[in-house]
């Protein structure tokens, strides 16, 4: 029977197939560290009490790639190159969703447009990683190799959507409610098409590495342009909602490195 306790848990237990999901997850954090930390160093001097929160947010993506590293360390594997067509961040730049990689290498800072901008990225992408780090959670929390990372990660992309729900509310009754709902969903109808395609393209090598069956990569196919179908149809509408958080202030004090989480 698939389920995605069953597919992951198949590329858990095959030292390629493991080293390529660690490896593009890793890259894919690192790359968010950099992001965040170019953005945390740009904050424009009106927004500087954002500056810190942003600088957490790349610390955490920082610690995520060192996690998933370290996990490939405990095997004794070496990080795979990660192929083109998988990786996320760099698609989702491509489609000009975000904050372009040239405009962050400049000592310019940035505008309260591109403020918002980043935090509606960030708000569609971590709604992204909240889901799938909790589902994760869900099958592996008890993991004897996983778990504890697992849970450290799950927690902060909580921390991290919180965060963007609380300080894209600020900027909306701030007057800028109708551009904040146009970006999120130009974000959410980008998001959705580069995750069916980085979808595809890793169960295409994940089904090589692992020798699935044609008709089981079939099936896999089906299921992914079928969540597609209905991201595109109803399922955006999750990522462009904004609520006020549970938790407050979630990215308001010094990462937490990894020693330190329970």
């Not at 000009?96 to 591109?114: F, K, N, Q, V, Y």
Request: proline share 4%; charged share 25%; with cysteine.
């Amino acid at each position: 029977m698939l389920s995605a306790k069953s597919l992951f848990q198949e590329i858990l237990d095959d030292d390629e197939a493991f080293r390529l999901f660690c490896s593009i997850a890793a890259g894919g954090e690192s790359q968010g560290g950099w992001e965040n930390g170019r953005i945390a160093a740009l904050v424009p001097p009106a927004l500087a009490e954002l500056a810190p929160k942003v600088a957490r947010h790349g610390a955490d993506e920082d610690k995520h790639g060192r996690i998933f590293n370290a996990l490939l360390k405990q095997r004794g594997l070496q990080p795979a190159t990660v192929p083109y067509e998988t990786d996320y961040t760099l698609l989702l730049e491509r489609q000009g969703i975000g904050l372009a990689h040239d405009r962050l290498s400049r000592e310019e800072p940035l505008t309260e447009h591109e403020i918002i901008v980043y935090l509606s990225h960030s708000r569609v992408t971590e709604q992204r990683a909240s889901e799938q780090m909790r589902l994760l959670l869900k099958h592996f929390a008890g993991h004897p190799a996983l778990g504890r990372a697992v849970k450290m990660i799950s927690r902060d992309e909580d921390n991290h959507l919180a965060y963007c729900h609380e300080e894209l509310l600020r900027f909306a009754r701030a007057g800028h409610g109708r551009t904040i709902q146009s970006v999120l969903r130009e974000c959410a109808r980008a998001e959705i098409r580069v995750y069916r395609d980085v979808s595809l393209a890793v169960m295409r090598h994940m089904g090589t590495l692992l020798g699935w069956p044609r008709a089981k990569s079939a099936l896999l196919v089906a299921g992914i342009h079928a969540m597609y179908a209905y991201e595109r149809a109803l399922g955006w509408r999750r990522m462009v909602s904004l609520e006020q958080p549970a938790l407050r202030d979630a990215l308001g004090g010094p990462a937490v490195p990894e020693t330190e989480y329970a």
